[in-house]
T-cell receptor
Framework: DAGITQSPRYKITETGRQVTLMCHQT?????MFWYRQDLGHGLRLIYY???????DKGEVPDGYVVSRSKTENFPLTLESATRSQTSVYFC????????????FGPGTRLTVL | GENVEQHPSTLSVQEGDSAVIKCTYS??????FPWYKQELGKRPQLIID?????GEKKDQRIAVTLNKTAKHFSLHITETQPEDSAVYFC?????????????FGAGTRLAVHP
């Protein structure tokens, strides 16, 4: 688990501001994922990436942007934060595709005021 | 797209009892079904998984069963202990996107009382 980290761990921002959440993994896993966790909804996939420069939308991509220029990093950007984006965000990685163990980062608790 | 429903949302048992959590999925092509455990304030961690060519899998006190015809799978925890208290998530890997992603259920909060 120490191989995947997220920063910051806590963030408070205001409506309309741009926010970037960072995710870094040291395993050289091909696949990386971003989820948001809200009470009653479990873990919902925002975006995922199969390799550097290859990304695709998940269940709830609206309002988010991702990039993956290097295998080990997968930043998530909220271009103009809204209160509905207040959530806990988890990054995850896996060596193979979805049919493989996903290792989660420690999470980022984001509050949008 | 794939939809995964999980029941119950909360479950309370006495220490030593068994606990069963059930999930149903919609995409009949799904072929990988993991279960994750999330303790309070921690990250989700895989506890067991099953693939579509297997009907049941056990790991000590934990077992998972899969019924592909009915499109449902279940987690069974026997001889529950207080440290089993956590939120449990089931997930399915749909065909869309080339099995690249998981769709999670909403979670079950299990409380084991001493």
């Amino acid at each position: 688990d120490a191989g995947i980290t997220q920063s910051p761990r806590y963030k408070i921002t205001e409506t309309g501001r741009q926010v970037t959440l960072m995710c870094h993994q040291t395993w050289s896993h091909s696949y990386m994922f971003w989820y948001r966790q809200d009470l009653g909804h479990g873990l919902r996939l925002i975006y995922y990436s199969a390799a550097a420069d290859i990304t695709d939308k998940g269940e709830v991509p609206d309002g988010y942007v991702v990039s993956r220029s290097k295998t080990e990093n997968f930043p998530l950007t909220l271009e103009s934060a809204t209160r509905s984006q207040t959530s806990v965000y988890f990054c995850a990685s896996s060596e193979l595709a979805g049919r493989d163990t996903q290792y989660f980062g420690p999470g980022t608790r984001l509050t949008v005021l | 797209g794939e939809n995964v429903e999980q029941h119950p949302s909360t479950l309370s048992v006495q220490e030593g009892d068994s606990a069963v959590i059930k999930c149903t999925y919609s995409d009949s092509a799904s072929n990988y079904f993991p279960w994750y455990k999330q303790e309070l304030g921690k990250r989700p961690q895989l506890i067991i998984d099953i693939r579509s060519n297997v009907g049941e899998k056990k790991d000590q006190r934990i077992a998972v069963t899969l019924n592909k015809t009915a499109k449902h799978f279940s987690l069974h925890i026997t001889e529950t202990q207080p440290e089993d208290s956590a939120v449990y998530f089931c997930a399915a890997s749909p065909l869309s996107g080339g099995y690249n992603k998981l769709i999670f259920g909403a979670g079950t909060r299990l409380a084991v009382h001493p």
